[in-house]
């Protein structure tokens, strides 16, 4: 069972980004998937998170209309779409998998890393101006 994520780099301000987190060994079909990133001397913060099985979604008040998650049909993919990059996007970007049934509450999967499961090892977004 694995995690890994995809599609970070170093881009210009003003670019858009595709993140990609895809699963081995398991399908995302009872998960809730969140993606997190954590800036240089900050802590890790949730931005956004998706239900497996309907794609119901959430976002952080930060990045809500600008950010959009999605799942792909066959449920190994998770998807995070960045437009319009800001400097303030560089972090690394993570992405994690828990059981629906441990928390209900679609938002509260963002304030807290304990109802996950699974991490990836993170992929680096660096935005230059």
């Known amino acids: 069972v694995q995690l890994v994520e995809s599609g970070g780099g170093l881009v210009q301000a003003g670019d858009s980004l595709r993140l990609t987190c895809t699963a081995t060994?398991?399908?995302?079909?009872?998960?809730?998937i969140g993606w997190f990133r954590q800036a240089p001397g900050q802590a890790r913060e949730g931005v956004a998170v998706?239900?497996?099985?309907?794609?119901?979604?959430s976002y952080a008040d930060s990045v809500a209309g600008r950010f959009s998650v999605s799942i792909g049909y066959a449920k190994k993919t998770v998807y995070l779409d960045i437009p319009h990059l800001e400097e303030d996007d560089t972090a690394v970007y993570y992405c994690?998998?828990?059981?629906?049934?441990?928390?209900?509450?679609?938002?509260?999967?963002?304030?807290?890393?304990?109802?996950?499961?699974?991490w990836g090892p993170g992929t680096q977004v660096t935005v230059s101006t």
């Open positions: 994690g998998a828990g059981k629906q049934e441990t928390l209900v509450v679609l938002s509260l999967w963002l304030t807290s890393r304990l109802p996950y499961d699974f």
């Open positions: 060994g398991f399908i995302f079909d009872d998960y809730v």
């Open positions: 998706i239900r497996g099985d309907d794609g119901r979604t």
